[in-house]
């Protein structure tokens, strides 16, 4: 592989390794701690905790922007081992992200209600701040069925690669398949709520734990390349 590849992993895993960190700020954090079922409870932490909301959107953002590198990088580095696959999971993590990006918005439409909470009722202001909240987690949540559709192709990807250990990619056919269920799920109301909140608490791990290892993976990959050129260079 060309030497670009080790830049490409690098980019990838970095990236994907941020975007992990950081969503467990924004969603794991701000959002489970700001939102609640009751939309006046809701509003009330919102406005108690404006900065904190607003370094969850901040987060968002950040995820958007590492979610459009890491798009780039994989089908930078997957080309050379199957172009069609490469490029369709590009697609479709750009479709995802930018499905993302209007789910941030609504976080965005958010602000300023709370910051000007006042100049309405409270109670048609909680009304406001919930649609949005619910937008955003229609959105998002659509998104993440396309999510699991780019996984899936990663996943084949990588089992069409020689380069790439064959483990990464059942691991990403498995989350993929559990974001495309859980997301469906919710999104169409196939199943009562509480069985598919238990479901999803039962996939989490699995969801999770393929592109976490595989994006630890991509940045042995990068540093094991580099590693020889950097022994060249100190020894001139």
Do not use: C
Request: hydrophobic fraction near 55%; glycine fraction near 6%; aromatic fraction near 14%.
């Amino acid at each position: 592989m060309k030497n670009t590849a080790k830049f490409q992993a690098l980019t990838a895993g970095i990236s994907l390794i941020t975007m992990a960190i950081t969503a467990g700020y924004a969603y794991g954090w701000v959002h489970s701690s700001l939102i609640t079922e009751s939309a006046t409870k809701t509003l009330e932490n919102l406005m108690e905790n404006q900065t904190l909301f607003l370094s969850g959107i901040q987060a968002w953002v950040l995820i958007f922007l590492t979610d459009l590198a890491v798009s780039v990088a994989l089908y930078l580095f997957y080309q050379s081992t199957h172009k069609k696959a490469a490029a369709t999971m590009a697609i479709l993590r750009l479709v995802y992200t930018g499905m993302l990006g209007l789910a941030i918005v609504q976080l965005v439409k958010v602000y300023p209600l709370i910051r000007n909470a006042g100049a309405f009722s409270l109670t048609e202001t909680a009304q406001q701040v919930t649609l949005h909240l619910a937008q955003f987690n229609t959105l998002w949540s659509a998104g993440l069925i396309v999510f699991g559709f780019h996984l899936a192709v990663l996943a084949f990807a990588i089992l069409k690669s020689d380069f790439t250990p064959r483990i990464f990619g059942y691991l990403l056919y498995i989350a993929g398949f559990s974001y495309i269920l859980i997301n469906a799920m919710y999104r169409f109301a196939l199943a009562d709520p509480g069985l598919t909140k238990t479901l999803e608490q039962v996939l989490t791990l699995p969801m999770a734990l393929g592109e976490i290892l595989f994006a630890f993976w991509l940045i042995y990959f990068g540093l094991k390349k580099a590693r020889p050129q950097l022994a060249s260079v100190l020894s001139n």
